[in-house]
Structures are given as structure tokens and as C-alpha cells.
């Protein structure tokens, strides 16, 4: 079955860079969820998507943006990046409807 | 606003034996409750859901949980433990309605002795 493709799986940049994440959901899901799980931490909701629109907001950086396209894959784009926001970064998908939640493999994104 | 608490950053136990890690929620609405595992350096995986239907609620790997709604418990259990069960495992809420994030728990770190 497809499941939910993060890219890349990991990353590395500089202080001050920017950087895209990239969710590919399972297809038929119209809602896409990011959450942010430093090291030792549980996820934090960042912010999620339905049907392209925001739905909800979390603890997301005003740094940070996303965006939901037509083909319902969301990017998170991270500027001015700090030493803290090194972590693992994970999407989310489910159909509105149903809860059903998969997550994906996450981007493990290291600040140096 | 929902929460959850998982009681015991950290749980350890012998090789088969029982596997006990408590959750306790707070929601104003019914809620939907989940349990997930994650191994190290990798992604949440879903044990199980409760969805409002069988308050017993049975997952992969031998995993199950209860919803007691008097105790806004939803704690995980398994018969006997496996020394592939040592992972992290987090609790989480969400509501029926809409399109509603998941919140977690702190987690809870579980050891299995051999």
C-alpha cells in the first residue's frame, strides 16, 4: 500500500539558511499535518491542510511556511534557520472523513 | 483543548513478562485515541485506535488497550514482553470532529531486560 513520502530524508544546513520539506500524502487523503519532534521530545503540531487551505495552526515559527498544492503534496519552508531547529520533521496524512492518520518517515533536519 | 499524560517516562520490564504503559486524556468532546511506536531514528508507527466503537481495542504485535471513559484511561498492554517491543511509544488524542490534530503524549520509553 502507499504510504506517506517525506523528502529528503535527511538534510543538512547552515545557521541563517533556508530549507524546503517536501510530503507526498497517501492519495485520497485531502488533509496533510506537519509536526516538529525535537530530540528527546514528543511531535508538536506545526500546522495542517485541508483541501489546500489552512486548517490549523500550531507552534510553527513565523520563520516557517507551508502550503498545500493541487496535487495535495505540502511543503514546509524554513528560512533563517537556527541551531534549534534541528530536528526530525514529520507529515502526516488522512482522509477528512476518517481518522486514519499515517505518518511518514520524517526529515531529520540538522542546523549547523 | 484535549491533553494527554503518560504516566512514566520510562517503564522497564523482564522478558515475558507483563507490559503495562498508562495514558490518561482530557477532552471536552469524545475523543479518538491512539498509541503509537517508535524505534529509534525512525518514523511513529500506529499500534492502535479507539474510534468511539469496541472500548477493548486490539493492535499489531500483540498490543491492546482499553478506553475507560470513567477513568479517561487508555492505557496499553501486552501479555508478555518481547525484547523487539524496546521503543518509544506515544499516546495521543484528537476529536470526531473535522480535520483535528493528533496531541501527544510525552512518551514513554520502554525497556525490555533479558
Known amino acids: 500500500a502507499a504510504g506517506v513520502i517525506q523528502s529528503p530524508r535527511h538534510l543538512i544546513k547552515e545557521k541563517r539558511e533556508t530549507a524546503t520539506l517536501k510530503c507526498y500524502p497517501i492519495?485520497?487523503?485531502?488533509?496533510v499535518y506537519w509536526y516538529q519532534q525535537g530530540p528527546g521530545q514528543d511531535p508538536q503540531f506545526l500546522i495542517s491542510?485541508?483541501?489546500?487551505?489552512?486548517?490549523d495552526k500550531g507552534s510553527i515559527p513565523d520563520r516557517f511556511s507551508a502550503q498545500q498544492f493541487s496535487d495535495y503534496h505540502s511543503e514546509l519552508n524554513m528560512s533563517s534557520l537556527e541551531l534549534g531547529d534541528s530536528a526530525l520533521y514529520f507529515c502526516?496524512?488522512?482522509?477528512?472523513?476518517?481518522?486514519?492518520?499515517?505518518f511518514g518517515s520524517g526529515t531529520r533536519l540538522t542546523v549547523v | 483543548a484535549q491533553s494527554v499524560t503518560q504516566l512514566g517516562s520510562h517503564v522497564s520490564v523482564s522478558e515475558g513478562a507483563l507490559v503495562l504503559l498508562r495514558c490518561n486524556y482530557s477532552?471536552?468532546?469524545?475523543?479518538?485515541l491512539f498509541w503509537y511506536v517508535q524505534y529509534p531514528n525512525q518514523g511513529l508507527q500506529l499500534l492502535l485506535k479507539?474510534?468511539?466503537?469496541?472500548?477493548l481495542v486490539k493492535g499489531i504485535n500483540g498490543f491492546e488497550a482499553e478506553f475507560k471513559k470513567s477513568e479517561t484511561s487508555f492505557h496499553l498492554t501486552k501479555p508478555s514482553a518481547h525484547m523487539s517491543d524496546a521503543a518509544e511509544y506515544f499516546c495521543?488524542?484528537?476529536?470526531?470532529?473535522?480535520?483535528?490534530?493528533?496531541?501527544f503524549g510525552q512518551g514513554t520509553r520502554l525497556t525490555i531486560n533479558p
Open positions: 495521543a488524542v484528537t476529536s470526531l470532529q473535522g480535520a483535528q490534530k493528533l496531541v
Open positions: 492519495p485520497r487523503h485531502d488533509t
Open positions: 477532552s471536552s468532546v469524545p475523543p479518538y
Open positions: 479507539y474510534t468511539s466503537a469496541a472500548t
Open positions: 502526516a496524512s488522512s482522509p477528512r472523513r476518517v481518522k486514519g492518520y499515517t
Open positions: 491542510f485541508y483541501e489546500k487551505m489552512q486548517s
